[in-house]
């Protein structure tokens, strides 16, 4: 059975930091993209940082670039999500995704974890 379970999420004062990890079980971790997500009340989910099976390759949306760092601890089957610099502006709830290529395409979501950057 695969699970995506996030953790990390919580209330934080603006300029504040949060570590976000999201825990992978039931595939070939090593072998799958995992990005982070995030969708606002009212808004529609965005992409906010892409980070490739081997840990190399790194995207990460404008709004979010040089406050987000992703890494992923394949031994640990785990990626993070370090955000720094907060602003109210991210606030929303954030999914963990993976997505590769088992013999067809496969995606998996997290059930999301919620980050509030309020004071």
């Known amino acids: 059975q695969v699970q995506l379970v996030e953790s990390g999420g919580g209330l934080v004062q603006p300029g504040g930091s949060l570590r976000l990890s999201c825990a992978a079980s039931g595939f070939t971790f090593s072998r799958y993209a995992m990005s982070w997500y995030r969708q606002a009340p009212g808004k529609e989910r965005e992409l906010v940082a892409v980070i490739g099976s081997g840990g190399i390759n790194l995207n990460y949306a404008e709004f979010v670039k040089g406050r987000f760092t992703i890494s992923r601890d394949n031994a640990k089957n785990t990626v993070y999500l370090q955000m720094n610099s907060l602003e109210s502006e991210d606030t929303a709830v954030y999914y963990c995704?993976?997505?590769?290529?088992?013999?067809?395409?496969?995606?998996?979501w997290g059930q999301g974890t919620q980050v509030t950057v309020s004071s």
């Open positions: 995704n993976a997505k590769g290529f088992d013999l067809l395409l496969k995606v998996y």
